[in-house]
């Protein structure tokens, strides 16, 4: 079963008017994955307190890329609003956990430049699938001392303001990419790792060491070497199946609820659903939030065929 709830979107901040209430008790009483589509900051409020075992998400990284919304996170004019807006948005996340959930977060750097395009950092010049991004004329940060060309340390940042929010900072996890991005620097090794980070709402909380071993058996390691998926989804930004899957086996049992707030192309409702697990997604844009629907019951057709 799949819902999807679209708000009429109002100006910053202004919310949407989604019947979440009585729509997402009934949801939520089988297996469903359901978006939300509006801004999160927003949305999350309206979601009940203390019905998410576990969040699994990797918010958009500043200055890389354009998600095509006026609200969108990632477009702000500093590394540093991008920070406050992710703390905002997680205390909307910490709300809705249980006392004994937890959340994992992917979030990617980038590099302070003057002038100029790369792959990443407020410059960035990015393919998807309709346009070419247009170049965003910045200039270095005027903060925490950036240089240009620094590498600006958001993950860390980010998870450092988190955990003086309240967070508890409990592990950090390099996500090993199999078949990075390549790049053509001369000057510093090629990057080929993300971070991810697990947070808890509180000292005592769930977490099943036994969901997930390495092949030998033994408790996972804090680095994952994960290749990319073999996908057509439309989206300039989809992260490995196999990395969400030990996130919500790790975090949670089935029928948890599981969720996302920066849902993109769905991987973490995809993988939810196939763990015998609910979920909410919350997007921005409503197209992305089609190709989530259009994803999410391709691929549970998909595993029902014998």
């Not at 004019?77 to 910490?94: D, I, K």
């Not at 990419?177 to 709402?201: C, G, H, Q």
């Amino acid at each position: 079963m799949f819902n999807i709830i679209i708000g009429q979107e109002t100006s910053r901040f202004g919310g949407c008017s989604l019947a979440v209430g009585d729509l997402m008790q009934k949801a939520l009483a089988s297996n469903t994955v359901q978006v939300l589509v509006g801004d999160n900051r927003q949305v999350l409020r309206q979601i009940e307190p203390g019905i998410v075992q576990c969040c699994v998400t990797s918010p958009p990284y500043w200055g890389l890329r354009d998600y095509d919304h006026v609200d969108q996170i990632g477009a702000e004019s500093s590394p540093e609003a991008y920070v406050s807006n992710l703390v905002m948005v997680f205390q909307g996340v910490r709300r809705a956990l249980r006392d004994n959930g937890t959340l994992w977060l992917n979030v990617g750097d980038g590099y302070a430049r003057n002038g100029g395009t790369g792959r990443s950092g407020p410059n960035a010049l990015v393919g998807n699938t309709k346009k070419l991004l247009q170049q965003r004329n910045c200039k270095v940060p005027n903060c925490w001392g950036l240089k240009d060309r620094d590498l600006m340390g958001l993950p860390w940042r980010v998870a450092f303001a988190l955990q003086e929010d309240g967070w508890l900072l409990r592990s950090k996890i390099t996500w090993i990419k199999k078949a990075p991005m390549p790049e053509s620097v001369k000057n510093r090794p090629s990057n080929a790792t993300e971070d991810i980070f697990l947070f808890a709402k509180n000292p005592s909380y769930y977490y099943d060491n036994q969901a997930a071993r390495e092949a030998s058996g033994a408790n996972l390691r804090n680095y994952w070497i994960l290749g990319p998926d073999s996908s057509s989804v439309p989206h300039p930004a989809v992260f490995p199946r196999e990395l969400a899957r030990r996130c919500i086996l790790l975090g949670s049992q089935p029928g948890d609820v599981i969720l996302d707030p920066f849902s993109g192309s769905g991987t973490t409702g995809v993988v939810a659903a196939r763990s015998n697990r609910r979920a909410i997604l919350v997007e921005l844009n409503p197209v992305y939030a089609r190709q989530s629907r259009l994803r999410i019951n391709q691929d549970l057709q998909l595993t029902m065929i014998p």
